[in-house]
């Protein structure tokens, strides 16, 4: 309907490569925006040294730093140099009511379930009835309680494959309202 005569043809098809030609230059994109950042944020240097090593085995020109005290060779942080491990903020216990509307509304935004729990008997038994559904849904476990090594091992034995984390929760009981695990975190809520 509307195509341009043929003796205009080569004018758009001039201002269009133009027009092109300019784009580069444009910016593409501004830099990473920080949305939280609870000030306990931890370099990722120890997480990409097993993967750089991995390459530095497959081509030249990439190095690996020396392990530091604390840290395994593979470059994460030894779990024995981080024991014990507590949150004071969470003990275990029943779970008395769901998440408040601002974590409600936060949640919204989570890539995916994460349960958080402790090596105490209950975590365990809680662990051992729901591992088949947290291995299926592909749920992440922050343990954040953990005495010694051995009440560790024996959680990674209950878990049977189920991820697990240990981390300190303090923050986590702070920004999602929590006093209590074990707890499923997922975009509908707090589970039990």
């Known amino acids: 309907m509307n195509d341009p005569s043929p ?11 133009v027009c092109l030609w300019g784009l580069p230059s444009l910016p593409v994109s501004a830099g990473p925006v920080v949305i939280f950042d609870s000030g306990q944020t931890v370099p990722p240097a120890p997480y990409r040294a097993p993967l ?10 990439l190095t690996t730093s020396p392990v530091s005290p604390g840290q395994s060779p593979g470059g ?9 491990l507590t949150t004071p903020a969470l003990r275990p216990g029943r779970l008395a ?3 408040r509307g601002d974590v409600l509304e936060r949640l919204q935004y989570l ?3 994460f349960c ?9 038994q809680w662990l051992v009835t729901h591992r088949a559904v947290l291995r299926r849904e592909q749920v992440a476990c922050l343990v954040v309680e953990v005495p010694d090594e051995a ?3 024996r959680l990674q034995q209950a878990a049977e494959g189920v991820p697990l984390t240990p981390i300190p929760g303090e923050d986590l009981a702070a920004q999602f309202g929590l006093s209590v695990y074990p ?7 707090f589970e039990q």
Request: proline share 9%; with cysteine.
């Open 7 to 17: 003796a205009r043809r080569p004018w758009l098809c001039l201002l269009t490569l």
């Open 52 to 61: 750089e090593a991995e390459e530095a085995d497959s081509g030249p020109g």
């Open 76 to 84: 994460v942080v030894d779990l024995a140099s981080r024991l014990p």
């Open 97 to 99: 009511e769901d998440a």
């Open 111 to 113: 890539p995916r379930p």
């Open 116 to 124: 958080v729990l402790g090596t105490d008997r209950f975590s365990l």
């Open 151 to 153: 009440a560790y091992q």
């Open 183 to 189: 707890v499923l975190i997922t975009r509908e809520g």
